[in-house]
């Protein structure tokens, strides 16, 4: 899960054409932080922590239940994209 979240916000900030290091800066973390929250392999990130990140980028958290189809707003979101 940590990687498809990574991904999308990796998906964002080029979309914003920001470096890791602005978004880092920007928020008071370290750069390194953004990459390995982008790859995936971040250690321990607290929640208020990546929720910042996705705010910066415009993103939210959304949470549903395990397995559960895509809504009629997720699947309009993923043809926008």
Known sequence: MLFSIGKEIR???RGRKLSQAEVAGALGMSRTTIGQIENGTVQDIGVRKLIRVLEFLGLELRVRPLGAPPTLD????????
Do not use: D, M, T, V
């Not at 997720?74 to 994209?81: I, K, M, T, V």
């Open 11 to 13: 998906k964002a900030r």
């Open 74 to 81: 997720e699947l309009r979101e993923g043809q926008a994209g």
